[in-house]
């Protein structure tokens, strides 16, 4: 303690007084021990872990909303990327194109078909022809190489299955495909398994022996 100043540490005007917030400090760094270490000993306790997993949670938390609420609400089923970027969505659904227009066996055979380059050509000699993916179909087309478009719908080899029959039922392409026509790459939407068949089957009055499907 000083003389001369007759007051007391705790007190303004004496030289050890320190205003509260300095005083606060003093007391979380107490002299003689270096405030890293002080801050190391937090960086490792308890308390600050806790936090941090709480931060983390939170986040993973908003994270997993964001995603959740994006699938639920903007995500559009998209298929296979194909060697054209053709789109039913524009072909069938703005332009109205019939699907049988392209799958045209689908009418009188098992198979509903890939149209083949020259289908395309039908229009595309005259359509956004400079467009360059159509520039690659005029190519297909003036090379005579077919166009290798990735398989989508599939069944087992073992399974006998055929369009026109369904066809002339008048069951609906949807039925088994999906909303083609809002879809720009095609994705199978229908899992085509045996139980899938047999239910419509039942209920049109078609059979289900087993030879129907397995020959
Ligand atoms: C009753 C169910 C069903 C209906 C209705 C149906 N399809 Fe299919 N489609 C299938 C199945 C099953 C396959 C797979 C065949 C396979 O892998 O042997 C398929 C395959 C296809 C394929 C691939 C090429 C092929 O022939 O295998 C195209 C294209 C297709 N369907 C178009 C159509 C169109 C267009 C219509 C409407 C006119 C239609 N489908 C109606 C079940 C159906
Ligand atoms: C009956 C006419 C017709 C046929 C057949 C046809 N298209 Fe098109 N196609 C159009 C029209 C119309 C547009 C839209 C052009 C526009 O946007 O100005 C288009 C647009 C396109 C586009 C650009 C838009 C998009 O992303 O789809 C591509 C790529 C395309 N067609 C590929 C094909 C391929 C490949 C075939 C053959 C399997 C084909 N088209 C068959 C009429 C046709
Ligand atoms: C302008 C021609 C065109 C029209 C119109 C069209 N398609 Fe296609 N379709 C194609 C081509 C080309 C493919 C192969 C590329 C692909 O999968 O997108 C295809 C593929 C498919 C496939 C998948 C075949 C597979 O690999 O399993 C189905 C299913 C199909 N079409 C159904 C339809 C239905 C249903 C409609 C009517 C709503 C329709 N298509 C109209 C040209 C056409
Ligand atoms: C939405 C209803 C429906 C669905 C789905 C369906 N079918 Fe059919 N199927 C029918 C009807 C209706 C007939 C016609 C029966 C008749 O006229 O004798 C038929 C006929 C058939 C036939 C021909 C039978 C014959 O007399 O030669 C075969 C094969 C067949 N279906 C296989 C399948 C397979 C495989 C699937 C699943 C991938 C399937 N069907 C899905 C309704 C359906
Ligand atoms: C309308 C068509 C249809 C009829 C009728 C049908 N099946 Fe199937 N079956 C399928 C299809 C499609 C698959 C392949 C898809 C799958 O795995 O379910 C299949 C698959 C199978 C499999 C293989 C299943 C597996 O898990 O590998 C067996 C076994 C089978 N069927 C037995 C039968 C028997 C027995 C009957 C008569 C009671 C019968 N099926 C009638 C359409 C049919």
Not at 27 to 39: D, F, L, N, Q, V
Not at 57 to 75: D, K, N, W
Not at 87 to 112: M, P, T
Not at 164 to 189: F, N, P, T, W, Y
């Amino acid at each position: 303690m000083s003389a001369g100043s007759g007051r007391r540490p705790g007190e303004p005007g004496h030289p050890e007084y320190r205003p509260a917030h300095e005083r606060e400090r003093v007391r979380i760094h107490p002299p003689g021990e270096p405030s890293s270490k002080r801050a190391e000993s937090y960086r490792d306790s308890p308390v600050r872990f806790g936090w941090r997993l709480t931060g983390f949670l939170a986040v993973l938390l908003t994270v997993g909303l964001m995603i959740g609420v994006y699938h639920a609400s903007f995500r559009t089923r998209i298929g296979p990327a194909q060697p054209i970027p053709f789109s039913h969505r524009i072909h069938a659904g703005v332009k109205s194109i019939s699907c049988l227009f392209c799958h045209n066996q689908a009418a009188e055979s098992a198979r509903a078909g890939i149209p083949p380059v020259e289908t395309c050509m039908l229009c595309h000699s005259r359509i956004i022809v400079t467009y360059p993916p159509i520039e690659r179909v005029r190519r297909h087309y003036a090379e005579r190489a077919p166009i290798i478009w990735k398989k989508v719908t599939k069944l087992p080899e073992y399974v006998y299955f055929n369009h026109s029959v369904h066809l002339h039922r008048g069951i609906d392409c949807g039925k088994c495909h999906g909303d083609v026509a809002a879809m720009d790459r095609i994705e199978q939407v229908q899992d085509l398994v045996m139980g899938f068949c047999i239910t419509c089957h039942r209920e049109t009055g078609a059979t289900h022996d087993c030879f129907t499907c397995h020959r």
